[in-house]
């Protein structure tokens, strides 16, 4: 079983719909939890970060945390064709330590 | 964020010869960076964490002489892919951690194609 793991997709939605991406971990004592775009031939850009249970609104972005469940998830509201990449689901154990990545989600917004 | 450069952003070399891979931070002081590799259509493949003024901690199976990271001073890390092969095509990426924390921001990318 991986560390992380997300479906590679590709994930087709509309403009303008809601997009959900969704991760899984295996380390229970995993603290932190971060969500990377990464258009293609580009390096991941931060979008969101969470470390408690519960939701976390930046934008027309929200991320989900539900530690019992160790599933974190990034819904991206009135999807344009710019949100188009690949999304990274990265956690780790607590400040200082290394994130493991999951292997990514395509996301295709198709207008 | 912090910022984090990275040059060269393309490099093509003939199988053989070594190519270096600069990475700068511009605005903070950076006491750990990241190497990363990440082939087509694949996650990133953390390779070594870089620290100033001593050496480079690699991940099994990375080889340490192939790949020499050298992280002298505060705001300078390089990696080094030494008699570069076809199979060592890849993307580049190296990431410094701000602080204490766990969050990462990433350089631009190098692109070697090694012919």
């Known amino acids: 079983q991986k560390e992380v793991e997300q479906n590679s997709g590709p994930l087709s939605v509309p403009e303008g719909a809601i997009a959900s991406l969704n991760c899984t971990y295996s380390?229970?004592?995993?603290?932190?939890f971060f969500w990377y775009r990464q258009y293609s031939g580009k390096s991941p850009e931060l979008i969101m970060s969470i470390y408690s249970n519960g939701d976390k609104e930046d934008g027309r972005f929200t991320a989900q945390l539900n530690k019992a469940s160790q599933y974190v998830s990034l819904l991206i509201r009135d999807s344009q064709p710019s949100d188009s990449a690949t999304y990274l689901c990265?956690?780790?154990?607590?400040?200082?330590?290394?994130?493991?990545f999951g292997g990514g989600t395509r996301l295709m917004v198709k207008p | 964020g912090a910022v984090v450069s990275q040059h060269p952003s393309w490099v093509i070399c003939k199988s053989g010869t070594s190519v270096k891979i600069e990475c700068r931070s511009l605005d903070f002081q950076a006491t750990t960076m990241f190497w990363y590799r990440q082939f087509p259509k694949q996650s990133l493949m953390l390779m070594a964490t870089s620290n100033e003024g001593s050496k480079a901690t690699y991940e099994q199976g990375v080889e340490k002489d192939k790949f020499l990271i050298n992280h002298a001073s505060l705001t300078l890390s390089t990696l080094t892919v030494t008699s570069a092969h076809p199979e060592d095509s890849s993307f580049y990426i190296c990431?410094?951690?701000?602080?204490?924390?766990?969050?990462?921001?990433f350089g631009a990318g190098t692109r070697l194609s090694v012919l």
């Open positions: 380390d229970r004592v995993s603290q932190s």
């Open positions: 990265a956690v780790s154990r607590n400040a200082g330590n290394m994130l493991t």
């Open positions: 990431s410094h951690r701000e602080g204490i924390s766990d969050i990462q921001y």
